[in-house]
């Protein structure tokens, strides 16, 4: 696919806005903290394409002004931290057209095409000069439209740009402001000194397990990946669920059934372990990345814009997971979900404070080299989109016909997706080493033909 870059534009707030450094808290200066991509793919508008670029312009323009976070630049303070300048810099938005048309996209799987449709980042620039927000507006020769997006990981976590992206698209659409965000941070910032020593045994900031006979995962780090999407219906994820609280008595108040992500994300863990062919005694940890927003007390405000998710992990062994019903490994995540308390929180704030360097938390050492967490092979992450409100980003040409994340190349990276077709039917978005994918495939959905 041929992509034709037409134009590049630096979009400044259109009013003046504060200016000067900002701390960042803990949590956005470690885990994921390059830009995420996602994708939206539009049926053809009868607005004129110069049109459409001019009001994204303006309306974004307008947009920087209450998130003016988002035109700022970071600044490295040394030992790993970062700050925030607020210097109205501004985002990128970038006029593309393709010869290409949305019918040659399929049901639109993730295809490395994306990279032309997604703004590139550049980490061999200095930080201090990168953008924080990069949109890509490509029109396609049947005048279909994708806007690919990326956004820096270390300002926003899902649920905030989520926020921006909703406001964005509301002054697009002509209509009055809903929500601002609350970009006050000190609420989630530890204490200068902290306040105490952690209270808990972090396990979530220690390095996660490797294969047996392993000394490091130089080699595992290397290895070629691939991305699939699979569709699991409403009644397949209802079957899981019946089999991971099968036994249980949860028709009283006093026991809970497992939860959809804790099934679906226990049966992905169990598949993963499978097609690795794992041995028994081989260690494995599961990332879950938790919300703490209503998690703290007391709750973060509404529109809270920053990071407030952490991860936690659940360990187990191949054999353990593999022998033992799904029930097992939906325990294990629930247990890892249920550490995070308002305790757990601050005593991870202060653990974190407390380190004098946060490089080795950084996903960015990982993209670079043997630094940062690595959460492949014999690992894996689960994110959960499935209670965020992706759906439905209509700029004023009408709401998106799909929306999914952009180019992931890490093992172990996943994410689980409500489906937009079909209520209660669910989207896995995988990445695993090449040679893992078909395997992976077959298993994931022959233990649910097979009960």
Not at 337 to 355: C, G, M, P
Request: overall charge negative.
């Amino acid at each position: 696919m041929v992509v034709t870059i037409k134009n590049s534009h630096v979009v400044k707030p259109a009013k003046p806005t504060r200016t000067g450094r900002v701390s960042l808290s803990e949590w956005d200066q470690i885990g994921t903290i390059t830009h995420v991509p996602t994708i939206y793919f539009y049926k053809p508008s009868q607005t004129q394409s110069n049109a459409i670029i001019n009001n994204l312009k303006d309306s974004l323009s307008h947009a920087l002004v209450p998130f003016y976070l988002l035109a700022g630049r970071l600044h490295w303070i040394g030992c790993g931290r970062l700050e925030l300048e607020c210097n109205a810099m501004g985002a990128t938005l970038i006029e593309a057209e393709s010869e290409s048309k949305l019918e040659d996209f399929g049901d639109f799987l993730p295809s490395p095409e994306y990279q032309n449709l997604i703004p590139n980042v550049d980490y061999a620039v200095p930080l201090h000069e990168l953008p924080l927000l990069l949109v890509q507006l490509t029109i396609f020769q049947c005048g279909g439209i994708s806007l690919g997006l990326t956004i820096s990981h270390a300002v926003v976590d899902g649920k905030s740009a989520l926020q921006f992206m909703s406001e964005w698209a509301r002054i697009s659409r002509g209509e009055p402001s809903g929500m601002l965000p609350f970009l006050d941070r000190k609420i989630m910032r530890a204490g200068d000194p902290p306040s105490a020593p952690p209270q808990f045994d972090h396990a979530e900031f220690g390095l996660p397990p490797l294969l047996l006979g392993r000394l490091n995962s130089t080699e595992e780090r290397k290895k070629k990946t691939t991305i699939a999407m699979l569709r699991l219906t409403k009644n397949q994820v209802e079957k899981l669920k019946s089999m991971a609280n099968e036994g249980r008595s949860t028709d009283t108040s006093s026991v809970r059934g497992y939860t959809r992500y804790e099934t679906l994300t226990g049966h992905v863990w169990r598949s993963v372990c499978k097609a690795r062919r794992h041995k028994p005694e081989q260690p494995t940890a599961l990332a879950v990345c938790v919300d703490s927003r209503r998690r703290v007390q007391p709750p973060l405000p509404d529109g809270y814009f920053g990071n407030a998710s952490l991860d936690v992990i659940a360990v187990s062994h191949a054999g353990e997971l593999l022998s033992k019903p799904l029930g097992y490994a939906a325990s294990k995540i629930r247990e890892a979900i249920e550490t995070v308390t308002d305790e757990y929180v601050r005593s991870a704030t202060d653990f974190l404070k407390n380190q004098p360097d946060l490089t080795r938390f950084q996903d960015i050492h990982a993209r670079r080299g043997a630094e940062g967490p690595f959460y492949g092979n014999p690992n894996i992450a689960v994110v959960s989109w499935l209670t965020l409100p992706i759906y439905g980003l209509d700029f004023g040409w009408g709401e998106e016909i799909y929306m999914g994340p952009g180019t992931h190349d890490f093992d172990g990276d996943s994410l689980l997706l409500p489906s937009p077709n079909e209520e209660g039917s669910v989207i896995l978005a995988i990445c695993l080493q090449a040679a893992h994918m078909e395997a992976f495939k077959q298993c994931f959905y022959e233990d649910i033909l097979l009960n």
